[in-house]
């Protein structure tokens, strides 16, 4: 059987998961592809640090070594980060050696540039892992998906973000406990504000957007939202109306040509969909494509061995890519609609949850129904709780479509009456219709 060796540069907790998954299952993974894949060097910042379970005679302190060694024929870049990734990944691309990644901030930040220079090199960039860990998603829209418009796809992809959002829901839990529960789990970010701001979120849409319409999508375009602003007060109206919150990232074909929402924002999203039963850590990805219709991809979005097993998917690919040449495959990123954007959220349609805190006395909700009446934007109902106490209320609006732009706007004249305490709360709805 041919044999490849490849080169693991960084052994954190993804690559010694690449390291242990290889272990238990490489002979498997070789006899399937034809092809025997075996580790060949590994590069790491210190090999004093390095667990006694990997033999020595496979580490070195100096990644270029595995770049220039003629014997190593894939490299496996694993260290995360934008600066020397970036370095490692072109350096490998550029020796015409085909390259994994897992790290989805890079691809997010520099994708374009990397894609063209695999490229420009006759080789391939894969990055399985760089999003939903376990979950097959890259692989999925770009060969099982390879002939539908994918017209829609919804994705919990952030484990921290929704296990905290169940929480809150299921126990009533508060925010700050409930993310320190997730960082002592491993699921959170360090710091976490990458996960709790939705900026984990956006560079995993953004590389689905990139690759399901066939433009980079610059991450600057992405409109983001994070969790920290949702109350254990908007969970529960949000649950009283038939709906569940999650951070949801949001990928739409608008009907303008070539114009494509790309958002992360928390969604009210009904408790019939089932997106809204996808609990705790795990991660989900609807898509809607016009041939095949709805799909639902569920799975560990992050952790050591799901993001091994997306490695060893594109380790095989790479494998077979030496074996046949890459000539035959379907690239990883191909741009292919080059008048493609993403529509800036003003111009994005949505329904509303809006969430005030108003003085109850008579004429207050006329004076905030006014407004929406003269911006256009239809009320689709209305609670105010019975059975408050003190001088003050919660007022909670259902909206239907509207611009993002006409509903902030609106938001604004509304948050100077006198009669609203407190800024107001809007949340996006999402009801999936077609
Ligand atoms: N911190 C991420 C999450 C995992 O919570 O989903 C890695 O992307």
Redesign the pocket.
Known sequence: MQQVNFGIIGLGTVGSGVFDALKLNGDLLSSRIGVRVQIGRIAVRSIKKCSSKIPRNLLTENWRELIDDQKIQIIAELVGGTTIAREIVLAALKAGKPVITAN?ALISAHGEELFAAAKKFGTNLYYEA????GIPIIKSLREGFVGNRINALYGI???????ILTRMKLEGADFAGVLAD?QRLG???TP?D??IDGH??A??IGILASLAHGFWVNPKKIHVEGIRHVSALDIKFAGELGYTIKLLGIVKKCSSACRVQVSVYPTLIPNSHVLASVNY?F?AVFVHGDVVGDSLFYGR???KDP?ASAVLSDIADAALDLKFSNKHRIPPFVPHECEGAVLPIEEVVSQYFVRLNVADKPGTLAKIAAIFGQSNIGISSVIQPEGHEGKSVPLIFMLHYATNGAVQNALKKIGKLPVVKGKPVMLRVENFEK
């Open positions: 989805k760089s999003v939903c860990g992809v952030n484990g921290t973000c929704n296990y997730a699921y959170a970010e976490p990458l996960d984990d979120a560079h995993k850590a991660n979005g992050a952790g993001t």
